[in-house]
């Protein structure tokens, strides 16, 4: 199994930017994605997430500015990221969970915001 990660990069704050996150060797239709980010000194942390059956959640620091999605049929995960912030300036990883029975990450993707 492998989770490819991609889309970041360096932009000015307000920008935006659109996290992928493609994945062999399972059918992600039942599996939940997720994505974290770990800024630097920091613990990793959840930013969004959503189920299998499409349920969207959010941290509030992030509410309104990032949009979770995915792409079952292409095996693809989602990050919309708008209004972006200096403090989102981080490694972001993408997770796919099922239950409590399997759990994969893929290499993160660095993010910077800056001016």
């Known amino acids: 199994v492998q989770l490819q990660a991609s889309g970041g990069g360096s932009v000015q704050p307000g920008g935006s930017l659109r996290l992928s996150c493609e994945v062999s060797?399972?059918?992600?239709?039942?599996?939940?994605i997720a994505w974290y980010h770990q800024a630097p000194g920091k613990e990793r942390e959840g930013v969004s997430c959503?189920?299998?059956?499409?349920?969207?959640e959010y941290a509030d620091s992030v509410k309104g500015r990032f949009a979770i999605s995915r792409d079952n049929a292409k095996n693809k995960g989602y990050l919309q990221m708008n209004s972006l912030k200096r403090e989102d300036t981080a490694v972001y990883y993408c997770?796919?969970?099922?239950?409590?029975?399997?759990?994969?990450w893929g290499q993160g993707t660095q993010v910077t915001v800056s001016s």
């Open positions: 060797g399972l059918s992600l239709r039942h599996y939940a």
């Open positions: 959503i189920s299998a059956a499409g349920t969207t």
């Open positions: 997770n796919a969970l099922l239950g409590l029975t399997s759990e994969y």
